[in-house]
């Protein structure tokens, strides 16, 4: 008689240990493909990128300077009327996470000659949902790049700012910047400015006063106080 190594009374439990597995399987691949799925398509930014490129083929770039890059708050920054004396150069595109910066390097960044690249993004991309770990990563992959190419320029991280708009993840902004600011100390032609704390009142929160109705962009006055803050560094350091 043939006898299964298995009896009766454990084939419940070895149908739930495999369950189980399956469960977790699944799961993690689940997990793996949200994951992937937050990140989105950067092709949604390519008639911003065009009009860049219309742009530069009909006006001459500045060399050495000051390339501001990244998300909306860049975008919306006057910084030609700004830092008037400065060669500057804007690419800002709104709503761009660090992969999509990545994704356009060489028609955002590489094309140009800067002395200093001023970026500001990530925020973005930790209100969508993305693990800041991974968001530090894209940042850390994009430095790689720059510093290959443009072994000799400075790179300026600015600071997520807070808003009341996006409360639930002030916390998750403030590791970030923690993060980023002790990484950039310990790096040659690093940099990171507060201008954060610039747009917060007493008591720490973010001040409406500085923004739009939609209390996420900053209006006049908020870059008021982001024009102070950066011109000290400018004067310090350039």
Not at 16 to 38: E, H, N, T
Not at 61 to 71: E, H, I, K, M, Q
Not at 210 to 220: P, S
Request: charged share 25%; glycine share 4%.
């Amino acid at each position: 008689m043939t006898h299964s190594i298995f009896s009766n009374s454990s084939l419940p439990a070895l149908r739930s240990a495999i369950l189980l597995v399956v469960i977790l399987l699944f799961s993690a691949i689940g997990s793996k493909l949200m994951a992937q799925a937050d990140t989105p398509d950067p092709t949604r930014f390519e008639q911003e990128i065009d009009a860049f490129a219309s742009w530069d083929a009909k006006n001459s770039s500045p060399d050495n300077a000051l390339l501001f890059v990244g998300s909306s708050s860049i975008r919306f920054w006057d910084t030609a009327e700004a830092f008037q004396g400065y060669p500057v150069i804007n690419r800002g595109f709104g709503g761009s996470h660090i992969t999509d910066v990545l994704y356009y390097f060489d028609r955002v960044i590489s094309r140009f000659d800067p002395s200093l690249i001023i970026f500001y993004c990530g925020e973005n991309d930790i209100a969508s949902g993305l693990d800041p770990d991974d968001v530090f990563d894209d940042y850390t992959e994009l430095l790689a790049r720059v510093g290959q190419a443009f072994p000799d320029a400075d790179f300026l991280y600015v600071s997520i700012k807070p808003s009341n708009s996006r409360t639930e993840y002030s916390d998750a902004f403030d590791s970030f910047n923690r993060r980023v600011e002790s990484y950039n100390e310990t790096k040659h032609r690093l940099h990171y400015i507060d201008l954060a704390s610039p747009l917060t009142m007493s008591d720490g929160q973010p001040d409406d006063s500085l923004f739009v109705d939609d209390r996420l962009h900053l209006n006049e006055e908020g870059y008021r106080q982001w024009n102070e803050k950066m011109w000290e560094f400018l004067s310090q350091n350039f």
